[in-house]
């Protein structure tokens, strides 16, 4: 009895010291995990803080000699070192613009027409092409603009424009001088149709996400299609509509190589749209490597730190936004 008595009770406490053994190696691998994945959120932050103190510590000395002026000046002479910015800025939110305008309303309703209309047998090859114009090289769409799409607007659209609105005020400026092909406007469409595949991508998904007992529900109480789409897919995902949205202007702001090819790269501000402009990643692109002088490389990176601000504002805003939808939601 006493024999079995010890092998039973040693028996026990090697299953518990094997238990413990085993509860503390998972411990661990939880504790690893844990501080492995909390690294990688902090280096995000320690990057972003990295990336605005470059910035701004190569801004500073393009900054401390134009001062506010460097903002609203539109003159830009490497030969003088007069520097001013708000022609590049103009040039940026214009073509974004530009682009939201056109790439907003067609993505969302080709992504109805994919989760809504579109036979089944259409909906994999239309999907698959939309994704792949998100992995065509920019540089790709700047020849293409320059050499196929910019004569094409040069003969055909831009005239048809200046003689259709060539009488009315307003878009008589907006739509006025000699059709160049390139400029302000053509980079805006590029510019659409490079944004268009990550709002169509991403509205797409959230349609999709949408319960049908949703959707069955209200065509039994014999609502429309559109009707369907409005008053239920579109609520249901909104908050998912505007984060591919912005997304998108994200891409916009920052979009360099294709707007450099047709955008005309001119440093002034025109009312009208076909003329040529520029814009603040176009302008550092072209002229980074010519820079010669502290002050003209530091106008340039002052160029980057304002594109910065502006796309973070941009974004700061988007998310503020959906905050406010969601807190309405409940």
Known sequence: MVDVALHGGAAVTAEVESRSRVLGRLR?????????????????????????LSLVSGALPALREFGFNFLIEERWNPVTEKFGAIAPIYGTVVTSFIAMLIAVPVGLMIAMFLTELCPMRLRRPIGIAIELLAGIPSIIYGIWGLFVFAPFLQQYVQPALIAAFGEIPILSTLFAGPPYGIGVLTAGLI???????????ISRDVFDAVPPMLKESAYGLGCTTWEVIRYVVLPYTRVGVIGGI?????????????????????????????????????TIANEFTEAVGDLYTSALIALGLILFVITFIVLAFARYMLLRIEKRIG
Not at 196 to 201: G, M, V
């Open 191 to 201: 510019l659409a149709i490079m944004v268009l595949p990550f709002i169509t991508s």
């Open 28 to 52: 661990l691998t939880d504790a690893a995990f844990r501080n492995l994945t909390r690294a990688a959120a902090l280096a995000v932050l320690a990057i972003l803080g990295g990336v605005m």
């Open 246 to 282: 912005m997304l998108g202007l994200g891409r916009a702001l920052g979009e360099t190589m294709a707007v450099t090819f047709v955008i005309g790269n001119a440093h002034k501000i025109s009312g009208s749209i076909l003329a040529p402009g520029t814009t603040i990643s176009a």
